[in-house]
């Protein structure tokens, strides 16, 4: 069945520090979206990315799709507590919008 | 902001006891969804609900698992004879459209004992 992979599982920073995780599906997507999950909490959408090729920015985070819609990576620039949380990307294929999430990439940030 | 909700937030119940899980979904939302979580694990995919009947499921979906939306707002999950490896954190999703990003809910902890 359809895997997707996100590397590292686990990165610690110095605040103010470059973070990046990377994720891979084994399928060709539809459709990839970035979640974050706080510690006990839930999954909060971040982003939709659709094309190819695509990127988009949210004030630190920068978001990419690959050009042949199989992986994507999510960019954060100059760290910040507040960016502490599990980061998911989830693929999306087919008719329906069932996502398939990655495994997850845990950030930890040291002030 | 507009939330789902979901209740309870923690149920402990004994294996082979049937249990439901509840959730509100944000009302204008046309596609409900239950995922679940074993702790520290990723994500996994259960069920898919458009148009008052599901859309997809996943291998994990059982015949043990059975999903309504009864009354036009709420939208349950039941488990018919719970079995330890249930015990997971359960999310309710939904979104307005399909292929747009999911708002979850906060999720109950169903423990079985």
């Known amino acids: 069945g359809q895997q997707v992979m996100q590397i590292p599982q686990y990165q610690h920073v110095q605040e103010g520090e470059d973070f990046t995780t990377y994720c891979n599906s084994s399928?060709?997507?539809?459709?990839i979206q970035w979640y974050k999950q706080r510690p006990g909490g839930h999954p909060v959408f971040l982003i939709q990315?659709?094309?190819?090729?695509e990127v988009k920015k949210q004030k630190r985070l920068t978001f990419q799709f690959g050009e042949a819609k199989k992986n994507s990576s999510l960019h954060i620039t100059a760290t910040q507590t507040t960016d502490v949380g599990t980061y998911f990307c989830a693929g999306g294929r087919g008719a329906t919008n069932k996502l398939i999430f990655g495994t997850g990439t845990l950030l930890a940030v040291q002030p | 902001e507009p939330e789902v909700t979901q209740t309870p937030s923690h149920q402990v119940t004994q294996m082979g006891q049937e249990v439901i899980l509840r959730c509100v979904p944000i009302s204008n939302h046309l596609y409900f969804y239950w995922y679940r979580q074993i702790l520290g694990q990723k994500v996994e995919f259960l069920v898919s609900?458009?148009?008052?009947?599901?859309?997809?499921k996943s291998e994990i979906f059982d015949d043990q698992f059975s999903v309504e939306r009864p009354d036009g707002s709420n939208f349950t999950l039941k488990i018919r004879s719970t079995k330890l490896e249930d015990s997971a954190m359960y999310f309710c999703a939904s979104s307005e459209e399909n292929f747009y990003g999911y708002t979850f809910g906060s999720g109950t902890r169903l423990t079985v004992v």
């Open positions: 609900f458009y148009n008052n009947e599901i859309s997809e």
């Open positions: 399928t060709t997507l539809s459709n």
């Open positions: 990315l659709v094309k190819s090729g």
